[in-house]
């Protein structure tokens, strides 16, 4: 026998068991996300590969080694998407959604990085990712972090915490990255490979590495803030402010850093410490540069993205009660006109009771088998119709999970019945 196919590593199935838990999350930080004026856009899975070399830059870990590119048909290299920011940045570009007016926007889906698979680290992911554009801040950079608090509150997590910083402008930082360079090439031996290639094209980046052997050269770099311009400084200070008038603790961490030239002043993270090595759920920052250096009109910009198999890890972690899809009602059907009823009862059921899960037995079988395939199915009732009951216009009800006894109701009455028991509306 032919060996069965499997999954492609890293990117995993979810299935229908856990599927309730991702309509949940992705139901709160859409609706977030939607209380504070923010708005949907759908955008592409594919790109144009230079999209994300220009937009994240050649020198980074996504596009020297992480990036699924591909030559179509026409010879034209395109690429999965490894993050959503590019391709969001690229439509408002393309439908003039930038220019003298601001914009709120969210977005969904998979992202596609070619790292190696751990907890918390995949090939296919799933980011919800905000910006906004047009506004220079800090009170714009404020409701972001605003939003990402609420999101939390709205899962009931509370371990998460928020890291700080601010990046400056790209003259300021011109200043730190010649005081970096000169620490580095000072301890040139201890950097990895990958650290003394970018020590002239991406020294930032060298601080975000993740090789824990880098870590003692890491602590002992000079710090931005030190760097600081006196606008971005107050820039700064207004966003503190802003945060401790909601009650927002916050730690600000000066090896904050993304290292790339359009980023500029507000930098964060949300992190906790039951993930293990994937702690960050969210990161964001302000991307005031790249609007014009993808060649449009210099626009303000900032946004954040989180990782939801991350959410949903750490959901777990913390045994938040989630919402199960589970049936509340089968139908257990019996003798021919108890069928032909049964499959129209079932669906006038539906439709006068809002959010009502009513699974329907097919494909016959003893009413012993029937119960049970209904106690398999979760549901907490089961509802009989037999050609008795049909030819009465009645209903058998029993109780699957809870005591009590077997009644009989009319058919006609059924629907205001469940509503009481399972506090759904009834429409009439
Ligand atoms: P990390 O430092 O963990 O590699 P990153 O800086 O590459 O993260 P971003 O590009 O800022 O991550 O993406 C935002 C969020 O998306 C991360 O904080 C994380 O929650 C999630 N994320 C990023 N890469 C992955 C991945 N390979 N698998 C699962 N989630 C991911
Ligand atoms: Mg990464």
Redesign the pocket.
């Known amino acids: 026998m032919a060996k069965t196919i499997q999954a492609v590593r890293g990117m995993n199935d979810i299935l229908p068991d856990q599927t309730a838990a991702w309509q949940h999350l992705e139901a709160v930080l859409r609706d977030v996300a939607q209380a504070y004026g923010y708005r949907e856009i759908r955008l592409p899975i594919i790109e144009k590969t230079e999209l994300f070399k220009r937009s994240i830059g050649e020198v980074t870990d996504i596009v020297e080694k992480e990036m699924y590119t591909f030559d179509d048909r026409n010879g034209e290299s395109l690429t999965l998407r490894p993050?959503g920011t590019a391709g969001c940045v690229r439509a408002c570009m393309e439908h003039g959604m930038l220019h003298n007016q601001v914009q709120r926007l969210w977005y969904t889906g998979p992202m596609f990085?070619h790292?190696r698979p751990q907890q918390?680290?995949?090939?296919q992911?799933y980011?919800v990712g905000v910006e906004a554009f047009g506004m220079e801040g800090p009170d714009i950079d404020a409701e972001l972090i605003f939003m990402t608090a609420r999101m939390w509150r709205s899962l009931g997590l509370n371990d998460l915490t928020l890291q700080i910083n601010s990046l400056g402008t790209t003259a300021a930082r011109a200043g730190y990255k010649t005081a970096l360079v000169e620490y580095l090439r000072g301890c040139f031996g201890e950097l990895d490979a990958d650290s003394q290639r970018r020590i002239d094209s991406n020294p930032m980046r060298i601080l975000d590495s993740?090789n824990p052997a880098m870590a003692a050269v890491i602590n002992g770099a000079p710090v931005l803030p030190d760097y600081l311009d006196d606008e971005s400084r107050v820039h700064f200070g207004a966003l503190c402010a802003f945060l401790d008038d909601a009650g927002i603790v916050y730690e600000v961490n000066p090896r904050l850093v993304r290292g790339l030239d359009y980023y500029s002043r507000t930098v964060f993270?949300w992190v906790t410490g039951k993930l293990g090595a994937?702690g960050?759920?969210?990161?964001g920052g302000r991307f005031d540069g790249l609007v014009e250096y993808l060649g449009g009109r210099a626009t303000p910009a900032i946004g954040f993205?989180?990782?939801l198999?991350?959410l949903i890890a750490l959901l777990q972690a913390n045994a938040v009660e989630l919402p199960a899809h589970t049936p509340h009602v089968y139908l257990v059907l019996g003798g021919t006109q108890g069928v032909r009823r049964g499959m129209v009862f079932a669906g006038e059921l539906r439709a006068m009771l809002t959010g009502l899960r009513l699974e329907t037995n097919c494909g016959n079988g003893s009413f012993k088998s029937q119960f049970k395939r209904a106690d398999r199915s979760g549901a907490a009732i089961a509802l009989v119709i037999g050609d008795d009951e049909a030819a009465q216009g009645q209903v058998t009800l029993k109780p699957l999970r809870s005591e009590g006894d077997q009644q009989v109701l009319a058919q006609q009455d059924i629907a205001s019945h469940l509503g009481e028991r399972l506090g759904l509306q009834l429409n009439r």
């Open positions: 993050e990085r790292e918390g680290r995949y090939r992911f980011q993740k993270e994937q960050t759920v969210c990161a993205a989180l990782g198999e991350r």
